[in-house]
Every structure is written in C-alpha cells, then in structure tokens.
C-alpha cells in the first residue's frame, strides 16, 4: 500500500472512522507530540499535538532508518530539509548521535561535531504529500491536530537514525512510549473537534 492509493475522501473516511473509535487501535506517543498507531502492516496515522511534546523539548533534527512516502489529511506541516558537513563557522553549529531507534534506544559510537545548513523549507497543506529518503535530515514542524498518512519503506538498510542537539547543548529523547486512554481520547477528540464537525 502506498499513501497514493488513497483518495482524499478515502484517507479522510480511514482517519474519522479511526479517531472515533481509537479503543479499537494501539497507540503511542512520540516526544514531537505525535499521536501514532498503525491502520495496516507498513502504514502509520500520525495526529501532531504540540501540547504533547516532552519536556524538556526534545530534539527535533533527525533523519530515519527508512524512507517513507506522507500525505497531509488534515491541516500544515512544515518540513525543513538539512545538508550536514564536517563543522566549519558557517551553518547551524550541531553535535550528531547515532542512535537505534524505538522504544529503548541505543547510544551508537561517540558523538561529533557539524554543520547544518538548511536547504529547503516546504509548507504542506491538506492533500498535499511528498516523498523522502530515508538519510534526509529533517525537521518537521506543525499546526496542531495535523494528522498525517504515512507509509515506510524499510528496505535492507540498518535500522540506525541520527539526531542532532546545540553543540553546548543536551540531547533531549523524543523516545516514543505506549499512550495512555487518556492522552488518545484528548488528542482525537480535539482533532474530531477541529477536522470532522
């Protein structure tokens, strides 16, 4: 399944149905402040909800160990694309961690300076989708109660991310956790209030 199979009016029909009855469904929450479970095997429904982040806020640059395709179904995003060199006095001054990702993340070798210099800057609205490689360094920024179609594409790649953190900063986790009844009812409530009247 790809994101592209859907219509619109399909994705949309998918995302009520689901955000009305979100018992039916497992969940987690990730440190961005983003509500997700998994409508199929290589699907992810993602609902953005800032009053969710972690705090302290975690670190929002990073790429994936997949590439994944997305389609806005309700309301912006933003996403800012990176290019990472060896550090210099130009760009964004940041440490990169490798990490392996989930729900228990493992440190991977040591730390080490960069540079970041911001190549593009795409604003996304409803119906809009986009494409991107799994090595992309991205920060994804949103209106609340975006709710986002994904689907991954894994392929044989290392399942390894890289995180970037202020180099006289910390690195703050965005580590995802099972949500609990309370936290899926506020957040899809608030989206059903907003998107589906």
């Known amino acids: 399944m790809k994101h592209n199979d859907f219509t619109m009016t399909a994705a949309k029909t998918l995302v ?73 006095d130009r760009g964004k001054q940041m440490m990169e961690r490798r990490i392996q990702p989930g729900m228990n993340p493992k440190i991977i070798g040591k730390d080490r300076p960069v540079s970041l210099d911001m190549v593009s800057d795409t604003i996304y609205t409803v119906g809009g989708s986009y494409h991107q490689e799994w090595n992309l360094v991205h920060d994804t920024r949103y209106e609340d109660s975006t709710i986002t179609l994904n689907v991954r594409d894994r392929g044989d ?39 589906f009247k």
């Open 157 to 195: 790649r290392p399942d390894v991310a890289r995180v970037f953190y202020p180099v006289n900063g910390e690195w703050h986790t965005a580590v995802p956790r099972p949500a609990t009844i309370g936290e899926v009812y506020d957040i899809c409530h608030r989206a059903l209030e907003r998107w």
């Open 16 to 88: 009520e149905s689901i955000l009305r009855r979100p018992q039916d469904h497992e969940w987690d929450l990730q440190g961005f402040g983003m509500l997700r479970t998994r409508p199929t095997e290589v699907s992810r429904l993602n609902v953005w909800d800032s009053r969710y982040q972690y705090k302290p806020r975690p670190s929002m640059i990073h790429d994936h160990p997949w590439s994944f395709s997305s389609l806005i179904v309700c309301g912006v995003l933003d996403n800012i694309i990176y290019d990472v060199r060896l550090p210099d």
